[in-house]
Structures are given as C-alpha cells and as structure tokens.
C-alpha cells in the first residue's frame, strides 16, 4: 500500500512539476533580497501570509498565497528531495488547494522519511477529521501523545468537536 501511494506521488509530483516548468520561464519580479532566500523560505512566508488572510476571511487572497507557495515548494522538493517539512507544507498547501487526496500523499510521503513529524502528524489529523477518517485521526493524535506540545492538544480538539480546524 506505501509502495502504491509512494508510486502515487512522484507519478503526480513529476506532472506537476512538467505543467509548471511549461508555464514558467519569466523572473519573479523579486530584488536581490528574495533572490538570497530559498524556495522554500519563500514559500513559508507566502503561507504565513496566506494563514493571516484566512483569520480575516479573505479567501481568495489566502488562496493566491497558497497557490504561490505550493509552486515554489514543488521547485524546492524538486531541487532537494525527501525533504518531511517540504512535504509537510506541501500537504499543507494542497490541502489547503481543497486537494485532499494529493495532500494525504505528500503527508504520508514524509511519514514515510519521519514518521514522528509533529506538524505532519497534526495535519494530516486534521485531513482525516475534514474527511471523516475519525480512527485515523486519532492514529495521528496517538502519535503525538508522547511530544507535549500544542499540535497534540489542538488536534485532540478538533478531533472531539470542541475546536475547527484553524487552517
């Protein structure tokens, strides 16, 4: 089953990356300061941006910020593969994208390289409550019970009822 969905993912990664790089070909307008930061970089912060539209309802806004972030984050994994925090934040986007089923790929992608990734192991929690994978979920929380950290208790939460999923 990893196999298929490991197979799954760099079938969809390599797709992915040929409509991109077929669509690019210009500079990304940026200075000489986000020349010296890396895609990856890039992207945590068009995320960050993008969480800050979504608390103040601006969807569509969030979701450009999503969409750049997702592309530079696929040009990072590209450049350094196997990478869990890429793949997490690669789930995260797409997921984000409203991409469920590409998102439980590159999440368990990086479990697959850690599987005691915190951030992986929240949201990909919070993937199976949006989808109603309860017991999965709770797998997830299980993972997480041993870090004392916010995401156990967040996802915990979420898992309950008692709390939406804040991203």
Avoid: W
Wanted: charged share 30%; glycine share 8%.
């Amino acid at each position: 089953m990893k196999k298929n969905i490991l197979i799954t993912s760099i079938i969809y990664l390599i797709l992915t990356l040929n409509a991109f790089s077929a669509g690019s070909g210009g500079n990304d307008g940026g200075g000489e300061e986000s020349k010296s930061k890396t895609n990856y970089e890039k992207a945590v912060a068009h995320i960050k941006f993008a969480k800050k539209y979504e608390k103040k309802d601006k969807i569509e806004k969030a979701k450009k910020r999503y969409e750049k972030a997702q592309k530079l984050l696929i040009k990072s994994n590209l450049k350094k593969p196997n990478n869990a925090d890429t793949l997490n934040y690669l789930g995260f986007t797409t997921r984000k994208l409203g991409d469920y089923v590409n998102g439980e790929k590159y999440y368990l992608q990086g479990l697959a390289l850690e599987p005691k990734h915190i951030g992986i192991n929240e949201y990909l929690g919070e993937l199976y409550v949006a989808t109603n994978r309860v017991d999965l979920a709770k797998e997830r929380l299980q993972v997480l019970s041993s870090c004392n950290c916010k995401e156990y208790s967040d996802l915990k939460e979420i898992i309950a009822g008692t709390k939406k999923s804040k991203y």
